[in-house]
């Protein structure tokens, strides 16, 4: 049972570039989140979706685009990297109702821009 | 604006010297408030769930408390193997969006 799986583990780009972070839950989960987390913030959702083919914007959507097409997946996308990007990337699912809070994160993705 | 605040940000102690930590909050209409552990270079994992205050729970050498305010993870004789980041998260409000994290407090445990 892998739980969620994400990958590039470890990506570099050049500013302007593009990219895609692609996560795959094997929970059969409803919700699903991508979070950032840089050091002294904490984590900041960046989107969610709380179903197939559902999006909504987090916290700091700005610069990131996403795609729920199947209930198992969620990609986030950066269509135009920028350094303020560097971070480190969690992709996360849950149940939904009370147990929302729950969340199962995968092992992250390590995203620097030069 | 809803708010959650942990505190020490690092908290150093010998093996077996008892600790708490604290996670306080500000939010509307709270539905549960959540701790988790993270280890360097992985991703968070889920330890308590608390949704009403007076409400504890606990595993292994780690108990967590709930009040109208705040949160406690209380560590009873750590070990090494406890040594992490817990974190702290609270779901204010029935939207997935709503679940708001703390920065954090690392824990190191000396032998």
């Known amino acids: 049972n892998a739980g969620v799986t994400q990958t590039p583990k470890f990506r570099v780009l050049k500013t302007g570039q593009s990219m895609t972070l692609l996560c795959a839950q094997d929970?059969?989960?409803?919700?699903m989140y991508w979070y950032r987390q840089d050091p002294g913030m904490g984590l900041r959702l960046i989107h969610y979706?709380?179903?197939?083919?559902?999006?909504a914007k987090g916290e700091v959507p700005d610069g990131y685009n996403v795609s729920r097409l199947k209930k198992q997946n969620f990609l986030l996308g950066l269509e135009s990297a920028a350094p303020s990007q560097t971070s480190v990337y969690f992709c996360a699912s849950s149940y939904p109702g009370r147990r929302t809070g729950e969340l199962f994160f995968g092992e992250g993705s390590r995203l620097t821009v030069l | 604006e809803d708010q959650v605040t942990q505190s020490p940000e690092a908290l150093r102690l010998q093996e077996g010297e008892s600790s708490s930590l604290n996670c306080s909050y500000t939010?509307?209409?709270?539905?549960?408030l959540f701790w988790y552990r993270q280890d360097p270079g992985k991703g968070p994992e889920f330890l308590f769930t608390l949704y009403s205050a007076g409400e504890e729970k606990e595993k292994e050498r780690l108990k967590a408390t709930l009040t109208k305010k705040e949160s406690f993870l209380h560590i009873t004789a750590p070990k090494p193997e406890d040594s992490a980041t817990y974190l702290c998260?609270?779901?204010?409000?029935?939207?997935?969006?709503?679940?708001?994290f703390g920065s954090g407090t690392r824990l190191s445990i000396r032998p």
């Open positions: 939010v509307s209409g709270l539905r549960g």
């Open positions: 998260a609270v779901q204010a409000g029935s939207s997935a969006s709503k679940i708001i």
């Open positions: 979706s709380v179903g197939e083919g559902t999006t």
């Open positions: 929970m059969n989960h409803e919700y």
